[in-house]
């Protein structure tokens, strides 16, 4: 039972830090732009919380099903 926890506090961390990186990827990517610059705000650390919130519900959706807690 802890080690879900353990992963949830993994998953959830590693999330919240690749958005930004992520987004950057998926900029270069579909635009002309580029440099590879993150310009952290507070908007973009929102947005990474609700990342990783979905990330984290996703996770808890699949533990559900999954396993027999």
Same mark, same amino acid.
């Given at each position: #039972?802890?080690?879900? $926890?353990?992963y949830?506090f993994?998953?959830g961390?590693? +999330?919240?830090? !690749? &958005?930004?990186? *992520? =987004?950057?990827? *998926?900029?270069? %990517? $579909?635009?002309?732009?580029? =440099?590879?610059?993150?310009? &952290?705000?507070t908007?973009? !650390? #929102? !947005? +990474? +919380?609700?990342? %990783? /919130?979905a990330? !984290?519900?996703? &996770?808890?959706?699949?533990i /559900?099903k999954? +396993?027999? &807690?």
């Amino acid at each position: #039972m802890f080690l879900l $926890l353990g992963y949830t506090f993994l998953i959830g961390g590693i +999330s919240f830090q !690749l &958005y930004p990186i *992520w =987004e950057m990827i *998926w900029e270069i %990517a $579909l635009t002309d732009h580029n =440099e590879f610059k993150i310009f &952290y705000s507070t908007t973009k !650390l #929102m !947005l +990474s +919380s609700f990342c %990783a /919130g979905a990330v !984290l519900i996703t &996770y808890g959706g699949i533990i /559900g099903k999954v +396993s027999g &807690y």
